[in-house]
């Protein structure tokens, strides 16, 4: 079963899960969502599987956030919108694994899904 990593090569936690997962003998699909954002639907999907409110897979000091003003926003559907529309706001890394998701703060969280 393919694993993937919702990837940012430049944040530090990021690399340090991927390494996690390649230590571990997986050589995940990696997708850097800032280049290639996942969609709403991607969005929900792995809000479901990670039991999570969208607030939580958001990058709340991010600058975006605030002048986008969604610390007042309480329709998750605005947020998940937020974050389709603004991929810097998704907390990274994001490891997915068939029904399983995990995200990577701490990194070693990832392993979770294997």
Excluded: F
């Amino acid at each position: 079963m393919t694993v993937t990593i919702w990837h940012n090569p430049r944040c530090s936690k990021s690399r340090q899960a991927l390494q996690l997962l390649r230590d571990n003998g997986v050589e995940p699909e990696i997708v850097e969502y800032l280049k290639t954002p996942p969609s709403e639907a991607e969005i929900r999907a792995v809000l479901d599987k990670l039991g999570i409110e969208p607030r939580a897979l958001m990058r709340t000091k991010e600058k975006t956030y605030k002048e986008l003003g969604l610390a007042g926003v309480t329709d998750n559907d605005k947020l998940v919108a937020a974050m389709a529309e603004n991929p810097v706001l998704i907390e990274r890394p994001v490891v997915l694994k068939g029904g399983k998701a995990a995200l990577g703060r701490p990194p070693e969280d990832v392993l979770k899904v294997l």
